[in-house]
Protein backbone atom coordinates (compact mmCIF):
# COMPACT_ATOMS: atom_id res chain seq x y z
CA UNK A 1 0.00 0.00 0.00
CA UNK A 2 1.29 3.55 -0.63
CA UNK A 3 0.09 6.15 1.40
CA UNK A 4 0.12 10.05 0.70
CA UNK A 5 -1.27 11.79 3.74
CA UNK A 6 -4.71 10.06 4.29
CA UNK A 7 -4.64 8.60 0.78
CA UNK A 8 -3.31 5.38 0.04
CA UNK A 9 -3.46 3.25 -3.15
CA UNK A 10 -3.43 -0.38 -2.78
CA UNK A 11 -0.65 -2.22 -4.76
CA UNK A 12 -1.45 -4.73 -7.89
CA UNK A 13 -0.86 -7.40 -5.77
CA UNK A 14 -2.58 -6.00 -2.58
CA UNK A 15 -5.56 -5.97 -4.99
CA UNK A 16 -5.54 -9.29 -6.22
CA UNK A 17 -5.15 -11.32 -2.50
CA UNK A 18 -7.78 -9.25 -1.35
CA UNK A 19 -9.99 -10.08 -4.43
CA UNK A 20 -9.06 -13.75 -4.41
CA UNK A 21 -9.41 -13.97 -0.14
CA UNK A 22 -13.29 -12.18 -0.29
CA UNK A 23 -14.04 -12.98 -4.13
CA UNK A 24 -14.37 -8.48 -3.77
CA UNK A 25 -12.33 -6.28 -5.91
CA UNK A 26 -11.26 -3.23 -3.64
CA UNK A 27 -11.98 -1.07 -6.54
CA UNK A 28 -13.12 1.81 -4.47
CA UNK A 29 -10.38 2.12 -1.91
CA UNK A 30 -9.00 5.62 -2.05
CA UNK A 31 -8.58 6.07 1.93
CA UNK A 32 -7.74 3.96 4.77
CA UNK A 33 -11.07 4.58 5.90
CA UNK A 34 -12.36 3.04 2.56
CA UNK A 35 -10.23 -0.11 2.88
CA UNK A 36 -11.50 -0.34 6.51
CA UNK A 37 -15.36 -0.17 4.87
CA UNK A 38 -14.31 -2.63 2.51
CA UNK A 39 -13.23 -5.16 5.12
CA UNK A 40 -16.20 -4.53 7.30
CA UNK A 41 -18.44 -5.46 4.14
CA UNK A 42 -16.88 -8.18 3.44
CA UNK A 43 -16.58 -9.89 7.10
CA UNK A 44 -20.80 -8.78 7.15
CA UNK A 45 -20.99 -11.02 4.00
CA UNK A 46 -19.24 -13.98 5.11
CA UNK A 47 -20.82 -13.84 8.63
CA UNK A 48 -21.09 -16.80 11.21
CA UNK A 49 -19.39 -18.53 13.64
CA UNK A 50 -18.32 -21.86 11.82
CA UNK A 51 -14.45 -22.68 11.82
CA UNK A 52 -14.55 -21.85 7.88
CA UNK A 53 -15.75 -18.59 8.67
CA UNK A 54 -13.06 -17.48 11.39
CA UNK A 55 -10.49 -18.60 8.68
CA UNK A 56 -11.76 -16.68 6.33
CA UNK A 57 -11.83 -13.50 8.87
CA UNK A 58 -8.17 -14.17 9.80
CA UNK A 59 -7.18 -14.14 6.26
CA UNK A 60 -8.37 -11.04 6.08
CA UNK A 61 -7.08 -9.44 8.88
CA UNK A 62 -3.42 -11.11 7.96
CA UNK A 63 -3.67 -9.45 4.61
CA UNK A 64 -5.01 -5.86 6.02
CA UNK A 65 -2.10 -5.87 8.74
CA UNK A 66 0.34 -7.00 5.99
CA UNK A 67 -0.91 -3.56 3.87
CA UNK A 68 -0.39 -1.57 6.95
CA UNK A 69 2.98 -2.68 8.17
CA UNK A 70 4.28 -2.06 4.41
CA UNK A 71 3.19 1.84 5.14
CA UNK A 72 5.25 1.57 8.66
CA UNK A 73 8.22 0.07 7.38
CA UNK A 74 8.25 2.82 4.74
CA UNK A 75 7.79 5.42 7.20
CA UNK A 76 10.81 4.07 9.13
CA UNK A 77 12.26 4.22 6.05
CA UNK A 78 12.51 7.91 5.52
Not at 21 to 40: M, N, Q, R, S, W
Request: with cysteine; net charge negative; charged share 25%.
Amino acid sequence: MIRLGNHIRLTPREVARFTQITGFAPDDVKTIEDLDAYIAHCKHYYWGVSEATRFLHWLIDREYSRCCMAVEETRGAG
